[in-house]
């Protein structure tokens, strides 16, 4: 299937969301890509495809768990 194929269906599809900082967080964007089996080629799901404010958050967590996993010995 292609990209076009699954334009409409969204709202009957599974809608995957980000993993930040030990959370499902949803995405400030509203895009999205398509989830493949790889096999087949269905699309069974929508991933957010993040933007630069996703970016900020997963890398303001990374900093925070830094700072404590690197104290550990």
Not at 1 to 18: N, T
Not at 51 to 56: G, M
């Amino acid at each position: 299937m292609d990209a076009l194929s699954y334009i409409g269906m969204g709202s009957m599809m599974k809608r995957l969301e980000q993993w930040i900082n030990g959370h499902s967080t949803p995405s400030h964007s509203d895009e999205t890509l398509p989830v493949s089996n790889p096999a087949t080629g269905h699309v069974y799901a929508l991933c957010p495809k993040g933007d630069i404010r996703d970016l900020n958050d997963a890398l303001a967590a990374a900093n925070l768990a830094f700072t404590s996993w690197s104290m550990l010995k």
